[in-house]
């Protein structure tokens, strides 16, 4: 399992929007759940390849988002993040 913290401690009200996609452009099921100033997304990849993740908070873009990470053999211990 993967996780992305958005911090929204100051931020206001808004609209948290993610979206991950698998190396073959299909969605991938996502969790968000609240925590201390702010969420925790959580998705499990299934799949080697790179993957594509957005979070927008009030249709500006989370800053610190990742754009892509590698994940070999679907093993979430063999991923890394790029840029």
């Known amino acids: 399992m993967l996780w992305l913290?958005?911090?929204l401690l100051?931020?206001?009200?808004?609209?948290?929007i993610?979206?991950?996609?698998d190396p073959s452009g299909q969605s991938v099921p996502f969790d968000i759940e609240p925590?201390?100033?702010g969420e925790r997304v959580t998705y499990i990849?299934?799949?080697p390849g790179i993957f594509k993740v957005n979070a927008?908070?009030?249709?500006i873009n989370v800053p610190g988002n990742?754009?892509?990470f590698t994940c070999?053999?679907?093993i979430t211990s063999y991923c890394t993040c790029m840029s």
């Not at 100051?10 to 948290?16: F, P, R, S, Y």
């Open 5 to 7: 913290l958005v911090c």
């Open 10 to 16: 100051g931020a206001g009200e808004a609209e948290l």
């Open 18 to 21: 993610v979206t991950v996609i």
């Open 35 to 37: 925590i201390p100033n």
């Open 45 to 47: 990849p299934d799949c």
């Open 56 to 59: 927008t908070y009030g249709g």
């Open 66 to 68: 990742i754009d892509n």
């Open 72 to 74: 070999c053999y679907g």
